[in-house]
């Protein structure tokens, strides 16, 4: 059995990359040291450097995930700023400032970094596209999961098994997947 380091404090995103790379055969540690995050744009720079970053110091193949809310509406914001804007603001606020707006399309991103140490790192990236829904429903998954509506449901009400075959995170995983094979 192959064994990857998951380098993430983040509880949701580590137990939905274990359940899905445990279809593949591939056992799934959790550090939760965390990584120097570069102040970017783009998602995929941010997960580079942290996969080579944590694999040179941990000497294991890591992978990292980057992932963020991209909300047209308001230029593509909180995009690599998700975290830090839900930890400070949450979705209430963030639906705050959608409130007079009529176009609600959103992007959710996520980008593997996967490294092994002494190698260049490789980004996977996966998306969906939804809307940002007018108030929070469910009470599944985390983040921003309650105000992503993917085809008439917030992520939130999906369920870890729906969600886990259509998500952003689902998708560079299996980008990955088609690499390693």
Not at 12 to 28: C, N, P, R
Not at 35 to 41: A, I, K, T
Not at 56 to 72: H, N, Q, Y
Request: one cysteine or more; glycine letters at 12%; charged letters at 30%.
């Amino acid at each position: 059995m192959r064994k990857i380091v998951f380098v993430t404090g983040n509880k949701g995103k580590f137990g939905e990359a274990k359940e899905i790379l445990a279809v593949k055969g591939i056992e799934v540690i959790q550090n939760r040291d965390g990584y120097p995050e570069l102040q970017e744009d783009e998602l995929e720079p941010i997960a580079a450097y942290g996969a080579k970053w944590a694999a040179e110091k941990l000497g294991m193949p890591v992978m990292v995930d980057d992932s963020g809310l991209f909300i047209k509406a308001l230029k593509g914001f909180p995009g690599p700023y998700s975290a830090f804007v839900e930890e400070k603001l949450g979705n209430g606020r963030v639906l705050k400032l959608m409130e007079d707006e009529k176009d609600r399309t959103a992007t959710f991103k996520s980008v593997i970094g996967y490294c092994e140490p002494g190698s260049e790192p490789k980004v996977f990236t996966g998306t969906v596209e939804g809307k940002i829904s007018y108030e929070e429903r469910g009470t599944g998954g985390f983040g921003y999961d309650p105000i992503f509506d993917y085809n008439g449901k917030t992520f939130g009400e999906l369920g870890n098994e729906e969600k886990n075959k259509v998500s952003h995170r689902r998708r560079a995983i299996d980008n990955f997947f088609e690499w390693l094979d």
